[in-house]
């Protein structure tokens, strides 16, 4: 998020989005109306190819979280795949470059969108991003007013 890039001038107002914001328990599917047979049958395969190149995240930020408590973890889940693993370690520099972005610029609204909100190929729910977006800017702003 390349906030560092914009010039402050009095009066101005800050807002960010972030597009990378790590939510746990956060359900995707609850802000999507269900796919007709047909799009799930045209989009299913590459969704799917997609999902299993990138189901790994949890898995690694679950070993990070736990490393970090002290905890060593030994599980079944070793099966990452190179793709996951890049993938993955993308998502956490990102999400790392994002989190000082943020802590050095301090904007004055973040909206904040999860990273799981959507894949790759899911253009077909373009309106439902954008109607997720505004609700998650109306409710930023509206803690800014309830501040001021």
């Not at 390349?2 to 402050?8: D, E, G, L, T």
């Not at 899911?122 to 997720?132: T, V």
Request: aromatic share 6%; net charge neutral.
């Amino acid at each position: 998020m390349p906030i560092n890039r914009v010039k402050k001038k009095d009066g101005d107002l800050l807002v960010a989005v972030d597009l990378n914001t790590f939510e746990p328990g956060f359900d995707p599917k609850k802000h999507f109306k269900a796919e007709t047979p047909e799009e799930s049958a045209v989009l299913g395969r590459v969704t799917e190819l997609w999902y299993n190149a990138t189901k790994n995240i949890d898995i690694i930020q679950r070993r990070l979280s736990n490393e970090k408590k002290g905890k060593v973890e030994h599980d079944k889940d070793r099966h990452l795949t190179r793709i996951g693993a890049l993938t993955e370690m993308f998502d956490l520099m990102q999400e790392n470059i994002t989190k000082q972005s943020i802590m050095q610029e301090q904007p004055d609204v973040l909206v904040e969108i999860p990273r799981n909100l959507c894949h790759t190929f899911e253009f077909h729910k373009s309106k439902e991003l954008i109607e997720f977006g505004r609700m998650r800017a109306k409710e930023a702003l509206d803690r800014l007013v309830k501040e001021v």
